[in-house]
């Protein structure tokens, strides 16, 4: 079964650090167009971060400076490093993906979703 796995949340105090995963599993053979989303309590969920297919970078203004977004794509994974963390960071964590599968098709695909939670 093909999929997106994430991983690297946790509860952190103010002003540290995590640094979140998110593989493809299964039979897939390349990865593109890969970001990050969040969805805190009460609010809709927003783009943080995301990789182009030209490999350019965009984050939200929110974590710009903080939050840095990268890639293996020989693992089909990619990465987001969240330092400096703020309480207003807290939120449920989502990636997503475009996954070449075994029949040679792109579909896109998410995570099952992480929790970041930073305390003040």
């Known amino acids: 079964q093909v999929q997106l796995v994430e991983s690297g949340g946790g509860l952190v105090q103010a002003g540290g650090s995590l640094r979140l995963s998110c593989a493809a599993s299964?039979?897939?053979?390349?990865?593109?167009?890969m970001g990050w989303y969040r969805q805190a309590p009460g609010k809709q969920r927003e783009l943080v971060a995301n990789?182009?297919?030209?490999?350019?970078?965009n984050y939200v203004d929110s974590v710009k400076g903080r939050f840095t977004i990268s890639r293996d794509n020989a693992k089909n994974t990619f990465y987001l490093q969240m330092n400096s963390l703020k309480p207003e960071d807290t939120a449920v964590y989502y990636c997503?993906?475009?996954?070449?599968?075994?029949?040679?098709?792109?579909?896109?695909?998410w995570g099952q979703g992480t929790q970041v939670t930073v305390s003040s």
């Open positions: 990789i182009t297919s030209g490999e350019s970078t």
């Open positions: 997503t993906a475009d996954l070449l599968n075994s029949a040679y098709r792109w579909r896109n695909y």
């Open positions: 299964g039979r897939v053979f390349s990865i593109k167009a």
